[in-house]
């Protein structure tokens, strides 16, 4: 089934950490460098790393790695005229790029943190998605890839802008299944519970001790766990959609 993987072209968002960085090279490693990947984040130095290990890896691999701010979403449209031409016909979309906020009360929660997440987590998605749909539509064929959450079905105190952020990421990307159902373009919504990642070092603003804490006494995914349910869910036969993958450590409520 692999096979069917062979030289696609995967553009990830968020690539430069956890779950992005995972699914490069899970990509890699399905295909044994068969592949080409566009690798885009903030941090461009980690994605040179990124590239530099995938190269000296896998000899045949492409990869063309660019600067990205999801967030910004009027740079979406100029990052992607900076593709080269050989890696311009996308098959496959992660849209993998999100952030969540350290756990907060609604009443302390300033519209700046508010607007970041929204602009990260479903504008900036959105966006991508819909600069990209042409190219799919125009060959009736493509896959995309959303990073939901738990969150985005089951909310808990303190997380209601994440929450409502991978909520509207749901109603969007199932929208966005219905609308396409006619056709052979793919919509897949991974939902993750606990994975262990930066993401809740960065959810707590930078303390690595309290990130831990988060894990204390539990056993949850890593990002691997992830990356193979992304690349498994895109080499399925053309007529099989994987439409929710909702997984979680089996030690999480
Ligand atoms: P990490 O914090 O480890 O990585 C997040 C990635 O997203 C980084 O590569 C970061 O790159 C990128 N990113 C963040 N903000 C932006 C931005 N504005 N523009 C471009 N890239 C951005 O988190 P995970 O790998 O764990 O998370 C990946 C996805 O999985 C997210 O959508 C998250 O909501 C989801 N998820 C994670 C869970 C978990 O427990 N870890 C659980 C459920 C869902 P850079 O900083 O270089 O831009």
Do not use: M
Not at 46 to 64: G, R, V
Not at 126 to 132: G, V
Request: proline share 4%; hydrophobic share 40%; charged share 25%.
């Amino acid at each position: 089934a692999l096979t069917r993987l062979a030289n696609k072209t995967v553009f990830i968002t968020g690539a430069s950490a956890g779950i992005g960085r995972a699914t490069a090279w899970e990509y890699a490693h399905a295909t044994e460098g068969q592949i080409k990947l566009i690798l885009s984040a903030r941090r461009v130095e980690n994605l040179k790393d990124l590239q530099d290990e995938l190269n000296s890896k896998y000899p045949s691999i492409k990869t063309f790695i660019g600067k990205l701010d999801v967030s910004q979403k009027d740079s979406i449209t100029p990052f992607l005229k900076t593709i080269p031409e050989e890696f311009k016909d996308i098959d496959i979309l992660v849209n993998n790029a999100g952030k969540a906020l350290g756990n907060a009360q609604v009443g302390s929660i300033e519209t700046k943190d508010i607007d970041e997440i929204f602009q990260t987590n479903v504008i900036g998605l959105i966006s991508i998605t819909q600069a990209i749909l042409p190219i799919f539509k125009a060959k009736n064929a493509g896959d995309i890839v959303n990073l939901g959450s738990i969150a985005g079905k089951d909310p808990y105190p303190g997380g209601s802008i994440y929450c409502a952020s991978k909520f509207a990421l749901r109603a969007f990307t199932e929208s966005l299944r219905k609308e396409l159902i006619n056709t052979k373009i793919r919509v897949i919504e991974v939902q993750p519970g606990a994975v262990e990642t930066e993401f809740s070092i960065v959810r707590n603003y930078g303390d690595k001790s309290k990130a831990d804490k988060v894990y204390e006494g539990r056993e949850p995914l890593i990002a691997e766990d992830i990356a193979e349910l992304i690349v498994f869910s895109t080499s399925r036969k053309q007529n099989t959609v994987l439409a929710e993958l909702l997984v979680f450590p089996s030690d999480q409520a």
